[in-house]
T-cell receptor, first 112, second 110 residues
């Protein structure tokens, strides 16, 4: 049982480049989330999807877009990367909006 | 004011001692409370969830919740070097968004 799978694990971008972070879960969870983690800042919610077909902004959505492709997959897109987006990104899923989260292994992104 | 605040670390305890971690949250309707453990370079993993006032024990871990005081804590008994990690407090508020504290780093000295 893979749980939550994120790709890629590492990525280096130049300012202005675009990329999509992929996330898939095989637990039949309804809700999916994207967080970023920066030193001293904890985990901050970027976007979430309470159920298939819905998405909503979190605490720090600027510069990002998301797509809930189906129940399994939730992608995060950076249209024009900036150095401030250098961070570790975690995808997570939960059975429902009130359930604990299960995290993927993370993507370490560096924007130069 | 942050929605979820944790006592500042790092916290260093000798092996076999009790590690006490504290977390307070803002005055909003809250649903569920969680403690996650995160090893350096790894993703957070759930170690405890608590939904009602009182204590909940799971092995060497005890979570305590006091909604009137907006306070949730985690006790780690008989601390082991493998408990050295960052512990994250998380709260689900009535908008169903999970908010995390900044974390407390615990080091267990052998």
């Amino acid at each position: 049982n893979a749980g939550v799978t994120q790709t890629p694990k590492f990525q280096v971008l130049k300012t202005g480049q675009s990329m999509t972070l992929q996330c898939a879960q095989d637990m039949n969870h309804n809700s999916m989330y994207w967080y970023r983690q920066d030193p001293g800042m904890g985990l901050r919610l970027i976007y979430y999807s309470a159920s298939e077909g819905t998405t909503d902004k979190g605490e720090v959505p600027n510069g990002y877009n998301v797509s809930r492709l189906n129940k399994r997959e939730f992608s995060l897109r950076l249209e024009s990367a900036a150095p401030s987006q250098t961070s570790v990104y975690f995808c997570a899923s939960s059975a429902s909006a009130n359930s604990p989260l299960h995290f993927g292994n993370g993507t370490r992104l560096t924007v130069t | 004011q942050k929605e979820v605040e944790q006592n500042s670390g790092p916290l260093s305890v000798p092996e076999g001692a009790i590690a006490s971690l504290n977390c307070t949250y803002s005055d909003r309707v809250s649903q569920s409370f969680f403690w996650y453990r995160q090893y350096s370079g790894k993703s957070p993993e759930l170690i405890m969830s608590i939904y009602s006032n009182g204590d909940k024990e799971d092995g060497r871990f005890t979570a305590q919740l006091n909604k009137a005081s907006q306070y949730v804590s985690l006790l780690i008994r008989d601390s082991q070097p493998s408990d050295s990690a960052t512990y994250l407090c998380a709260v689900i508020f009535n908008d169903y968004k999970l908010s995390f504290g900044a974390g407390t780093t615990v080091t267990v000295r052998a």
